[in-house]
């Protein structure tokens, strides 16, 4: 999987919009974008996934580059629950690809 | 839906004893993941199960390690004399199969403490 390039942390203040960004400069054209973050003593939470398109659900929003070499998760309004440590991760099409390989991730704050 | 629901949360063993542990995927699934947290390592992945049957073991450490499936309803992973270093939170984790497998569900995780 080729590798992704993170902030190690991000500060941010309740009801603001946060832009993390995600950095992939060597992609691959089969390879999706997935967000994953996970809050101490539970496992990752699965936020979103895009490939070339911008995707929205609930949770947030996946701003992808035209040429495919970063991403950014926009988070709306953040809460205090939504401090955690995010994860940008790439990962192949098809069924040989199913390892999530987790880096660092950026450690987003929240305060009131 | 109830989550993918791990057992124990915690677990205290003696140095040379044996830690087993328990997964119950979300219903429906038919892929099951085995992966390892530490703080110095991170997120390991240990081992893949599709449809009951083992896939990829290439992240389990060899010899002390064993991972199973005997019904597509629970999973367990088994350490034979547990190490210091084992010690570590085992994440479980299930997704629908190969055309979802990057969306996974993760478990709480079972923390493992070796004395």
């Known amino acids: 999987d080729a590798k992704t390039t993170q902030p190690d942390s991000m500060e941010s203040t309740e009801g603001e919009t946060v832009h993390l960004p995600c950095s992939h400069a060597t992609i691959s054209g089969n390879e999706y974008i997935y967000w994953y973050r996970q809050v101490p003593l539970q496992g990752p939470e699965y936020v979103t996934h895009g490939l070339q398109q911008n995707t929205t659900n609930s949770m947030a929003f996946l701003a992808i580059a035209s040429d495919r070499k970063s991403s950014t998760l926009i988070l709306p309004h953040v809460s205090l629950r939504d401090a955690a440590v995010y994860h940008c991760?790439?990962?192949?099409?098809?069924?040989?690809?199913?390892?999530?390989?987790f880096g660092k991730g950026t450690l987003l704050t929240v305060t009131p | 839906n109830a989550g993918v629901i791990q057992t124990p949360r915690h677990k205290v063993t003696g140095k040379g004893q044996e830690a087993t542990l328990w997964c119950e995927p979300i219903?429906?699934?038919?892929?099951v993941f085995w992966y390892r947290q530490t703080i110095v390592q991170g997120l390991e992945f240990l081992t893949y199960f599709r449809n009951q049957a083992p896939i990829d073991d290439s992240g389990m450490p060899k010899e002390r390690f064993s991972a199973q499936m005997p019904n597509q309803s629970h999973s367990t992973l088994k350490i034979q004399s547990t190490q210091p270093q084992d010690s570590a939170v085992y994440l479980c984790?299930?997704?629908?199969?190969?055309?979802?497998?990057?969306?996974?569900?993760f478990g709480e995780g079972s923390k493992l403490t070796v004395l």
């Open positions: 219903s429906g699934h038919s892929a």
């Open positions: 991760i790439l990962r192949g099409s098809g069924g040989s690809n199913y390892k999530l390989t």
């Open positions: 984790a299930s997704s629908l199969g190969d055309r979802n497998t990057g969306q996974l569900y």
